[in-house]
């Protein structure tokens, strides 16, 4: 019988990578001859990508630039945030010890997330937790990236689960709509990056500290865990 998956998403979910990624758009946006923007101005356009984070500080900044300077700063952010990807960038409260809660239910654990699967791989690996993971999926490990569902079923297939017996957890409409379209509970943290709060996207349920994963997962899917009992 395939263990169980809980599938999670990486940035605002698992890791607070808030910090790294400010600093490296702060840093492209001056060495562009631009103001920094404040952290949590930018903070809830963290979901959207780099290149959006660079698109609404330049708007903020009543600038704009084409596409092709757009791409140049998104290269330039690419290349310094992978040296500075885990300088701040920290797990959130009790993520490990939720991790090894659903571990000892015979769970698998795995990444699907947007971020590109090689600095996803980077930034767990730099924070000890890459072998945590059965899968680790980031935007181009498939043909297609959330919110389309086959990217969730992929990661799923990959950490040697189906789709009947899996979770999702993120933070963003993002990861909501992907559970939804692929017909998969999903768990919603409120502390990650989104501009609109994630108790209005209606996910399934939502928790404020990963001291209630264990209690949501049996809410959201009891059949999920059940047999897998300590």
């Not at 500075?84 to 939720?98: K, Q, V």
Request: hydrophobic share 45%; with cysteine; net charge negative.
């Amino acid at each position: 019988m395939p263990r169980p998956v809980i599938a999670f998403d990486l940035d605002g979910t698992l890791i607070d990578t808030a910090p790294d990624l400010v600093a490296t758009l702060n840093w492209v946006l001056t060495e562009d001859g631009h103001a920094p923007v404040d952290h949590a101005t930018i903070r809830p356009t963290i979901g959207l990508g780099a290149k959006a984070m660079i698109e609404k500080s330049l708007t903020l900044q009543d600038r704009a630039a084409p596409a092709d300077e757009i791409d140049r700063m998104f290269k330039a952010f690419l290349a310094y945030y992978a040296d500075h990807i885990a300088d701040e960038s920290r797990p959130f409260p009790g993520l490990i010890e939720a991790l090894d809660e659903l571990e000892a239910r015979g769970c698998t654990l795995a990444v699907c997330t947007n971020k590109g699967e090689r600095l996803s791989r980077l930034l767990l690996e730099k924070l000890d937790l890459i072998d945590r993971f059965a899968a680790i999926c980031g935007a181009d490990t498939f043909a297609k990236r959330k919110p389309d569902p086959s990217h969730l079923f992929g990661t799923i297939k990959k950490a040697g689960g189906k789709a009947g017996q899996a979770v999702m957890v993120g933070d963003s409409i993002t990861d909501i709509t992907t559970a939804k379209r692929a017909e998969i509970p999903v768990i919603a943290v409120d502390f990650g990056y989104t501009e609109v709060p994630v108790r209005e996207l209606a996910p399934d349920i939502v928790i404020s500290h990963y001291d209630a994963m264990i209690e949501a997962v049996e809410q959201v899917a009891p059949h999920v865990l059940n047999g897998f009992g300590r």
